[in-house]
């Protein structure tokens, strides 16, 4: 995960060449050798997948020095699997560099603001400016602390802030967020299966398509889309062919080649076939496109852009152009890009014509065809939107249950994506991870949630938000937990004789055998009064029943 700012923001939809998992046999009659990636055809592996979903969901607020990757590979016993796993989910679980007013609070942030420190880059060289004007540009490590002390001071921070700030944007500062709504095991194996074929083919010098049925207007307008040249070899098949660039790589030019093929398999209306010749080094292979490898690129439920829909976003592109020619505000932000991955859920396939993307946020927009394919794409939008947030184009707003604009007009669809991205959680924030422990495991230790939510007196107020309701409820000491938790555990308190060591391993055995247990425990008792009797022994009753 994290290798770039582009597979960061979820943008890169290829397996490195070094990590593909392939087996490969001898060819036919003195042929190429055959490639055979290694597709996942069982639901054997799909509790592995839970666990390292479970295993990212616990680091999220976690910095990129305290994950280890090698948790993830000895999952799977097969590196390469494990590594392909890791970039699927990385559209979901992303790094994220902590601001200035998570580490100091709004009110010193704005004090820093004041003095126009708005980056760590600027802090830095406000320390820096300090050192060369009263210490000769060299601070000595006996003095490091007192120096820093005298620079914070004017400044409104303390230290200890200002020895965070100066290196917040380090790359091993950075914090793993999660993008959307938990992903579900099913998911991530539908999308390593399209991934793996559509990486595969990046790596084609040329493709051949067997497409019955096919238009040729069809085919025209989709090579043209990604600028693939093609020809007919067959009154039913065409050659895509690949470019080499300067270095000799087909892989540049290939992913425009690879989305290219699998728009065309998509759109085929009878069940397409075919082959390529791919490139892996020094090496050459025969991909036979069977059934193995078509059948992802073309589940039951798709959403792909034909001609009209190609037309209508390259119509949309243009409006884009001249309003950004035009300057102004009216993007706020945004940026537009014609991607070259799809969206991939179990079940259903997605091929965006252009994607809105600022800061965490990518919102897809997707033509819908009209005819056979627009229920089956219409469902496929529906499901997609569980993963990620798309715009259906060309339908009606009510038609489908995602956000939908029936004409395509830019300013119109600009507002539409403004207005998706207000009900989102942009970047799963700490809270809501806190909540979603909660739900998970009925509660959430202190530990934890000061790696989430910082450390400090203040830690009730913080989570509030969780508490306000009177589901859940703040215990010093151990943490946030469940209401009905509580009253779970205080009902084996009332039910007999009092035991208190025997009720703290019971604690421990639901919460862990920590501090945090005590701390539990002594909070339950704490809500009881206790009645000794005669024989020795004792009872708990509520507090608020005894009196």
Same mark, same amino acid.
């Given at each position: 995960?994290?290798?770039?700012?582009?597979?960061?923001?979820? @943008?890169?939809?290829?397996?490195?060449?070094?990590?593909?998992?392939?087996?490969?046999?001898?060819?036919?009659?003195?042929?190429p050798?055959?490639?055979?990636?290694?597709?996942?055809?069982?639901?054997?592996?799909?509790?592995?997948?839970?666990?390292?979903?479970?295993?990212?969901?616990?680091?999220?607020?976690?910095?990129?020095?305290?994950?280890?990757?090698?948790?993830?590979?000895?999952?799977?016993?097969?590196?390469?699997?494990?590594?392909?796993?890791?970039?699927?989910?990385?559209?979901?679980?992303?790094?994220?560099?902590?601001?200035?007013?998570?580490?100091?609070?709004?009110?010193?942030?704005?004090?820093?603001?004041?003095?126009?420190?708005?980056?760590?880059?600027?802090?830095?060289?406000?320390?820096?400016?300090?050192?060369?004007?009263?210490?000769?540009?060299?601070?000595?490590?006996?003095?490091?602390?007192?120096?820093?002390?005298?620079?914070?001071a004017?400044?409104?921070?303390?230290?200890?802030?200002?020895?965070?700030?100066?290196?917040?944007?380090?790359?091993?500062?950075?914090?793993?967020?999660?993008?959307?709504?938990?992903?579900?095991?099913?998911?991530?194996?539908?999308?390593?299966?399209?991934?793996?074929?559509?990486?595969?083919?990046?790596?084609?010098?040329?493709?051949?398509?067997?497409?019955?049925?096919?238009d040729?207007?069809?085919?025209?307008?989709?090579?043209?889309?990604?600028?693939?040249a093609?020809?007919?070899?067959?009154?039913?098949?065409?050659?895509?062919?690949?470019?080499?660039?300067?270095?000799?790589?087909?892989?540049?030019?290939?992913?425009?080649?690879?989305?290219?093929?699998?728009?065309?398999?998509?759109?085929?209306?009878?069940?397409?076939?075919?082959?390529a010749?791919?490139?892996?080094?020094?090496?050459?292979?025969?991909?036979?496109?069977?059934?193995?490898?078509?059948?992802?690129?073309?589940?039951?439920?798709?959403?792909?852009?034909?001609?009209?829909?190609?037309?209508?976003?390259?119509?949309?592109i243009?409006?884009i152009?001249?309003m950004?020619?035009?300057?102004?505000?009216?993007?706020?932000?945004?940026?537009?890009?014609?991607?070259?991955?799809?969206?991939?859920?179990?079940?259903?396939?997605?091929?965006?014509?252009?994607?809105?993307?600022?800061?965490?946020?990518?919102?897809?927009?997707?033509?819908?065809?009209?005819?056979?394919?627009?229920?089956?794409?219409?469902?496929?939008?529906?499901?997609?939107?569980?993963?990620?947030?798309?715009?259906?184009?060309?339908?009606?707003?009510?038609?489908?249950?995602?956000?939908?604009?029936?004409?395509?007009?830019?300013?119109?669809?600009?507002?539409?994506?403004?207005?998706?991205?207000?009900?989102?959680?942009?970047?799963?924030?700490?809270?809501?991870?806190?909540?979603?422990?909660?739900?998970?495991?009925?509660?959430?230790?202190?530990?934890?949630?000061?790696?989430?939510?910082?450390?400090?007196?203040?830690?009730?107020?913080?989570?509030q938000?969780?508490? @306000?309701?009177?589901?859940?409820?703040?215990?010093?000491?151990f943490?946030?937990?469940?209401?009905?938790?509580?009253?779970?555990?205080?009902?084996?308190?009332?039910?007999?004789?009092?035991?208190?060591?025997?009720?703290?391993?019971?604690?421990?055995?639901?919460?862990?055998?920590?501090?945090?247990?005590?701390?539990?425990?002594?909070?339950?008792?704490?809500?009881?009064?206790?009645?000794?009797?005669?024989?020795?022994?004792?009872?708990a009753?509520?507090?608020?029943q005894?009196?």
């Amino acid at each position: 995960m994290g290798r770039s700012s582009k597979r960061q923001r979820g @943008v890169a939809m290829a397996f490195r060449r070094q990590d593909i998992p392939k087996t490969t046999r001898k060819g036919e009659d003195g042929g190429p050798r055959r490639l055979y990636p290694r597709f996942i055809r069982d639901r054997a592996l799909l509790p592995k997948v839970d666990l390292a979903i479970g295993y990212l969901d616990g680091m999220v607020g976690r910095t990129r020095g305290d994950l280890s990757s090698d948790i993830v590979l000895e999952l799977f016993g097969d590196p390469k699997i494990a590594r392909c796993i890791l970039t699927c989910l990385a559209d979901s679980y992303r790094y994220r560099m902590p601001e200035i007013v998570e580490v100091v609070g709004d009110e010193a942030a704005t004090s820093l603001a004041a003095w126009d420190l708005l980056t760590p880059a600027d802090i830095r060289a406000h320390v820096y400016l300090a050192a060369n004007a009263e210490r000769g540009g060299f601070v000595d490590d006996a003095v490091r602390h007192s120096f820093l002390a005298d620079v914070a001071a004017p400044l409104g921070i303390t230290a200890w802030d200002l020895e965070q700030l100066l290196h917040l944007d380090a790359e091993r500062n950075a914090r793993l967020v999660r993008v959307g709504p938990r992903p579900r095991s099913e998911d991530i194996v539908a999308r390593y299966n399209v991934m793996l074929g559509l990486s595969v083919l990046r790596h084609a010098s040329e493709i051949s398509l067997e497409l019955p049925g096919a238009d040729a207007s069809t085919v025209e307008t989709v090579c043209a889309r990604h600028d693939v040249a093609y020809r007919w070899t067959g009154a039913e098949t065409v050659r895509l062919a690949g470019r080499r660039n300067a270095l000799g790589s087909w892989t540049r030019f290939g992913g425009r080649l690879a989305r290219c093929a699998a728009q065309l398999i998509a759109l085929s209306p009878h069940a397409p076939a075919g082959q390529a010749m791919i490139h892996l080094g020094e090496q050459t292979f025969a991909f036979i496109l069977d059934a193995k490898v078509i059948t992802p690129l073309r589940p039951k439920l798709r959403a792909i852009a034909n001609c009209d829909g190609v037309l209508r976003a390259a119509v949309l592109i243009e409006e884009i152009a001249a309003m950004r020619r035009k300057g102004g505000n009216a993007f706020n932000g945004w940026t537009v890009r014609r991607p070259m991955e799809p969206i991939v859920v179990d079940g259903a396939l997605v091929l965006p014509e252009l994607i809105f993307s600022r800061a965490q946020t990518s919102v897809a927009v997707v033509p819908v065809p009209g005819g056979a394919g627009k229920a089956s794409a219409l469902a496929a939008l529906e499901r997609a939107q569980h993963a990620r947030p798309v715009v259906a184009l060309g339908v009606s707003d009510g038609v489908v249950d995602v956000p939908a604009l029936p004409l395509a007009s830019a300013p119109a669809l600009l507002d539409l994506v403004e207005q998706v991205a207000a009900g989102l959680d942009s970047s799963q924030t700490s809270l809501r991870v806190v909540s979603d422990e909660l739900a998970a495991s009925g509660w959430v230790s202190t530990r934890r949630l000061g790696e989430m939510l910082g450390q400090g007196d203040d830690l009730p107020e913080r989570v509030q938000p969780l508490t @306000v309701e009177g589901e859940a409820a703040f215990v010093p000491g151990f943490g946030l937990c469940r209401v009905t938790m509580l009253d779970e555990l205080m009902d084996r308190l009332a039910a007999g004789p009092l035991d208190i060591a025997s009720f703290r391993v019971d604690v421990a055995t639901r919460v862990g055998d920590d501090g945090g247990a005590d701390a539990l425990t002594l909070h339950l008792l704490s809500q009881q009064t206790l009645f000794a009797h005669t024989d020795g022994t004792a009872t708990a009753q509520p507090a608020a029943q005894a009196a």
